[in-house]
């Protein structure tokens, strides 16, 4: 089992930066990918980023490629999501997900079988 618990979040306005933290406990070690996903109200979550927990190689959602930037520190049990250049399109609860699948990299929701609680991230105009 894996708990996870994001913290970071809050109101900025457009063009400002928030960096976003996720804190892993239990049986880490079974981490294979780790990441963020966000959903707006009346949309669906959506995949942001995510890391291959081993090396450190990451992948992301178009929608913010050269914004956002994915990492972990070097115990590899918190995960960072530094977001900048935000704008009102990037306002949603922000969902750290892991997955013991060693299948491969994916923002799919389904691949990931761990969540935390989410943080919440306001962007003003």
């Known amino acids: 089992q894996v708990q996870l618990v994001e913290s970071g979040g809050g109101s900025v306005q457009a063009g400002g930066s928030l960096r976003l933290s996720c804190v892993a406990s239990?049986?880490?070690?079974?981490?294979?990918?780790w990441g963020w996903f966000r959903q707006a109200p009346g949309k669906e979550r959506e995949g942001v980023a995510t890391?291959?927990?081993?090396?450190?190689?990451?992948c992301y959602a178009d929608s913010v490629k050269g914004r956002f930037t994915i990492s972990q520190d070097n115990t590899k049990t918190t995960l960072y999501l530094q977001m900048n250049s935000l704008n009102p399109e990037d306002t949603a609860r922000y969902y750290c997900?892991?997955?013991?699948?060693?299948?491969?990299?994916?923002?799919?929701?389904?691949?990931?079988?761990?969540w935390g609680q989410g943080t919440q991230v306001t962007v003003s105009s």
């Open positions: 890391i291959y927990r081993r090396d450190g190689s990451a």
């Open positions: 239990g049986i880490v070690s079974d981490i294979y990918y």
């Open positions: 997900a892991a997955t013991e699948s060693a299948n491969r990299m994916s923002l799919l929701m389904s691949h990931y079988n761990y």
